[in-house]
């Protein structure tokens, strides 16, 4: 078998390896979508440190939002966007790579 030999850093994503960035794409990886006050719970974070991070991801094309008035007040809904879904996915794959086996054969 051949097997092809790939750049380690191929799809390391310097926008979402942020410790808090990365945490936010984690979580709405799993969740689908989340309200911007969970997120903010979740990851123990300032409305204004989250919401300067959300901006980045959004900036890059990777995160979206949704604005909803639930209890009559304003909610803000998070989701990845089918790009931030497929670069978060993406800088894993290269940080298993990194930290992955030593071995070359593998």
């Not at 094309?61 to 998070?78: D, F, H, I, P, S």
């Given at each position: 078998m051949n097997a092809e030999i790939r750049d380690p850093l191929e799809g390391f994503d310097t926008t979402i390896h942020a410790p808090n960035r990365l945490r936010v794409c984690a979580l709405l990886d799993a969740a689908g979508e989340a309200e911007f006050g969970l997120v903010q719970n979740q990851l123990g974070l300032s409305a204004s440190a989250l919401s300067k991070h959300v901006t980045v991801l959004m900036d890059a094309?990777?995160?979206?939002?949704?604005?909803?008035?639930?209890?009559?007040?304003?909610?803000?809904?998070?989701r990845l966007t089918p790009r931030g879904r497929e670069a978060y996915q993406g800088h894993l794959a290269a940080l298993r790579a990194i930290v992955g086996s030593s071995d070359?054969?593998?």
């Open positions: 094309g990777y995160v979206e939002q949704r604005k909803a008035v639930r209890n009559t007040r304003q909610r803000v809904w998070l070359p054969s593998l």
